[in-house]
């Protein structure tokens, strides 16, 4: 199943993620950015996860796992008690006050139909959001790993043949 996932190196904290996020979603946002001592940014949103308690939990079986594989919230079932924002191991689902019932990253569901990338991976200017299969991605992660290492070789091996000669 595809995800979104976090090259945490990569993310500086602009919070575009949450910007397009609240954007898309009628300016509320479904994901937020954790700071770490004040220093180290970490883009948070739902993990999707395989056995979401959130969903196990719901009294109304509001939530459900999608064609996509997303954990969503059908708010018209929602009647917003909030026990799936108490079990959930990373905090994610938010209680709207604004409606009254609870929301939570939706993987962007509609942008996935129409074969499109969720709009915090879109707008992440330094590509630390990724959107794919955890294995596909670290394939392209080694591979481009591997380009750097051979241009190290590559380099190192010309400053040895200049000091030879």
Same mark, same amino acid.
Request: proline letters at 5%; charged letters at 30%; glycine letters at 6%.
């Given at each position: 199943?595809?995800?979104?996932?976090?090259?945490?190196?990569?993310?500086?904290?602009?919070?575009?993620?949450?910007?397009?996020?609240?954007?898309?979603?009628? &300016?509320?946002?479904?994901?937020? *950015?954790?700071?770490? &001592?004040?220093?180290?940014? *970490?883009?948070?949103?739902?993990?999707?996860?395989?056995?979401?308690?959130?969903?196990?939990?719901?009294?109304?079986?509001?939530?459900?796992?999608?064609?996509?594989?997303?954990?969503?919230?059908?708010?018209?079932?929602?009647?917003?008690?909030?026990?799936?924002?108490?079990?959930?191991?990373?905090?994610?689902?938010?209680?709207?006050?604004?409606?009254?019932?609870? *929301?939570?990253?939706?993987?962007?569901? &509609?942008?996935?139909?129409?074969?499109? *990338?969720?709009?915090?991976?879109?707008?992440?200017?330094?590509?630390?959001?990724?959107? #794919?299969?955890?294995?596909?991605?670290?394939?392209? +992660?080694?591979?481009?790993?591997?380009?750097?290492?051979?241009?190290? #070789?590559?380099?190192? +091996?010309?400053?040895?043949?200049?000091?030879?000669?």
């Amino acid at each position: 199943m595809k995800k979104v996932y976090l090259v945490p190196n990569r993310c500086l904290g602009c919070e575009e993620c949450i910007e397009a996020c609240s954007k898309e979603h009628g &300016d509320t946002s479904r994901n937020y *950015v954790l700071w770490i &001592d004040q220093v180290y940014p *970490v883009q948070l949103r739902c993990s999707h996860c395989e056995d979401a308690p959130c969903m196990r939990i719901c009294p109304v079986e509001a939530i459900k796992r999608n064609e996509h594989g997303a954990v969503v919230i059908d708010e018209s079932l929602c009647i917003g008690c909030g026990y799936c924002a108490l079990v959930c191991p990373f905090g994610i689902p938010k209680f709207a006050e604004t409606t009254k019932k609870v *929301v939570k990253c939706d993987m962007c569901s &509609d942008r996935l139909k129409e074969g499109e *990338v969720p709009v915090c991976v879109r707008n992440c200017p330094t590509m630390a959001l990724q959107f #794919g299969e955890i294995g596909e991605l670290e394939d392209e +992660r080694r591979k481009r790993l591997a380009k750097k290492v051979l241009a190290v #070789g590559t380099y190192l +091996r010309e400053i040895i043949t200049l000091q030879e000669a």
